[in-house]
């Protein structure tokens, strides 16, 4: 009887240490520092030059993916807009855009090449313009965002200085 009772807690024992298994690297999410570190992001941004005001808002839709829109008005009208998602796949992180008139629409995908706790650079090399887009944490309340790449065999690059909208309340 002793023996039943040895075989059986002995049983018990390893099969509650076998079914007790470790998270892996994908379901903890160990990766999440990419997204966790460029949380400065997040929040509505603004810049206006002469009648053109340009906006792009940030929100965090899970702990893999955050969603941005930019879209600039010019005397009542949207004169250009995109949707942006930043998003985490295992240990890489995309940017993904797409114009709003694009027919038909095809994201154009954009590697996170670069990161540290003030400054993100994503890149596309395949993309005719532009190649590089970047972000610049200047303070809590300004950023700098910048396109960049060739047109006709010459750098160019555009800067926007954005500064943080209050919170709507």
């Not at 810049?47 to 940030?58: F, R």
Request: proline share 5%; charged share 25%.
């Amino acid at each position: 009887m002793k023996r039943i009772y040895l075989f059986r807690n002995t049983t018990l024992l390893m099969l509650a240490v076998s079914c007790n298994t470790q998270p892996t690297a994908e379901s903890k999410n160990v990766y999440a520092p990419i997204l966790k570190r460029a949380q400065w992001i997040l929040g509505s941004w603004t810049q206006t030059v002469d009648e053109a005001v340009t906006t792009e808002n940030w929100t965090k839709l899970s702990d893999s993916v955050f969603a941005g829109e930019s879209f600039t008005v010019v005397r009542g009208d949207t004169v250009f807009y995109e949707s942006v998602t930043f998003s985490q796949k295992v240990k890489d992180a995309f940017y993904n855009v797409s114009l709003r008139n694009e027919k038909p629409p095809a994201p154009v995908s954009f590697q996170l090449t670069s990161q540290d706790d003030s400054m993100l650079v994503f890149e596309n090399k395949k993309h005719d313009y532009p190649t590089k887009i970047s972000y610049r944490k200047i303070t809590q309340d300004s950023i700098f965002a910048e396109i960049s790449g060739l047109v006709n065999g010459t750098e160019k690059k555009q800067g926007f200085p954005l500064k943080r909208l209050p919170a709507l309340k």
